[in-house]
């Protein structure tokens, strides 16, 4: 099992490149509605799992809008090809291997009770956006039942084009999910979020679809397009 080393600097610096060149040049716009419990009570931040994306946009939204200390579980194999992820706060997860995978729950727990949030990709690979059902580990389950006053939070992230050059991005952060899990075993917890992730997520599709994101704020501004820079200069030409 891998272990975080965060570094303070390193976050810093690396919030700074993909905040101004990964993302402004990639996304037209980054949206977003919802927001994330504010209290001093460790978070299990759990998200859908569809592309490359999500680990820099977890790291983006820990250092731009949550309050906590932030870490993440990424696979054991990516850790190791990427290796400064450590310096970002993620920690390896390998369901593979029994023992590494106890000492991995048992220093997410530990973190929990430190008061942290965990980013948590509970479909444990990737998955087409589309993929349905959404089909969960017992990860997140396992950490509520040791860490139960935990808040978890659903968060559903949906790629699409829409009416520009480059990709939008909609995040969706759902409410605290702890109070429904209570009276629930592992396995329910996990089949009851599994439910609500994927139902979440469609209803995020469907308001997309149909041009109904009037609840959702611009996070960030991408750079402009080829076709904005083309109407600036028809339109200062026309002018001069």
Same mark, same amino acid.
């Given at each position: 099992?891998?272990?975080?080393?965060?570094?303070?600097?390193?976050?810093?610096?690396?919030?700074?490149?993909?905040?101004h060149?990964?993302?402004?040049?990639?996304?037209?716009?980054?949206?977003?509605?919802?927001?994330?419990?504010? *209290?001093?009570?460790?978070?299990?931040?759990?998200?859908?799992?569809?592309n490359?994306? %999500? /680990? $820099? @946009?977890a +790291?983006?939204? *820990?250092?731009?809008?949550?309050?906590?200390?932030c870490?993440?579980?990424?696979?054991? %194999? /990516? $850790? @190791?090809? +990427?290796?400064?992820?450590?310096?970002?706060g993620?920690?390896?997860?390998?369901?593979?291997?029994?023992?590494?995978?106890?000492?991995?729950?048992t220093?997410?727990?530990?973190?929990?009770?430190?008061?942290?949030?965990?980013?948590?990709?509970?479909?444990?690979?990737e998955?087409?956006?589309?993929?349905?059902?959404?089909?969960?580990?017992?990860?997140?389950?396992?950490?509520?039942?040791?860490?139960p006053?935990?808040?978890?939070i659903?968060?559903?992230?949906?790629?699409?084009?829409?009416?520009?050059?480059?990709?939008?991005?909609?995040?969706?952060?759902?409410?605290?999910?702890?109070?429904?899990?209570?009276?629930?075993?592992?396995?329910?917890?996990?089949?009851?979020l599994?439910?609500?992730?994927?139902?979440?997520l469609?209803?995020?599709?469907?308001?997309?679809?149909?041009e109904?994101?009037?609840?959702?704020?611009?996070?960030l501004?991408?750079?402009?397009?080829?076709?904005?820079?083309?109407?600036?200069m028809?339109?200062?030409?026309?002018?001069?």
């Amino acid at each position: 099992m891998i272990k975080a080393e965060k570094n303070k600097w390193f976050n810093h610096m690396f919030h700074l490149y993909t905040k101004h060149w990964l993302l402004k040049r990639s996304f037209y716009r980054i949206h977003i509605r919802g927001c994330l419990p504010t *209290s001093k009570e460790p978070l299990l931040l759990v998200a859908n799992h569809s592309n490359w994306w %999500d /680990g $820099l @946009i977890a +790291f983006y939204l *820990s250092m731009s809008v949550c309050k906590h200390d932030c870490y993440a579980m990424m696979s054991e %194999d /990516g $850790l @190791i090809a +990427f290796p400064f992820f450590k310096k970002l706060g993620a920690f390896s997860v390998n369901p593979a291997k029994p023992r590494s995978l106890v000492q991995s729950m048992t220093y997410a727990t530990d973190l929990l009770h430190q008061n942290k949030a965990i980013w948590v990709f509970p479909q444990g690979e990737e998955e087409h956006l589309e993929k349905r059902p959404l089909q969960l580990h017992d990860g997140t389950s396992y950490l509520l039942e040791r860490v139960p006053h935990a808040h978890l939070i659903p968060i559903t992230f949906y790629y699409t084009f829409l009416h520009n050059q480059r990709a939008e991005l909609f995040i969706d952060i759902g409410r605290d999910l702890t109070p429904t899990m209570k009276s629930f075993n592992k396995k329910e917890k996990t089949i009851k979020l599994e439910s609500h992730l994927t139902e979440q997520l469609n209803s995020q599709r469907e308001a997309i679809i149909t041009e109904s994101t009037e609840d959702y704020q611009v996070l960030l501004y991408g750079q402009k397009t080829v076709s904005e820079w083309f109407s600036a200069m028809t339109t200062n030409i026309r002018k001069g």
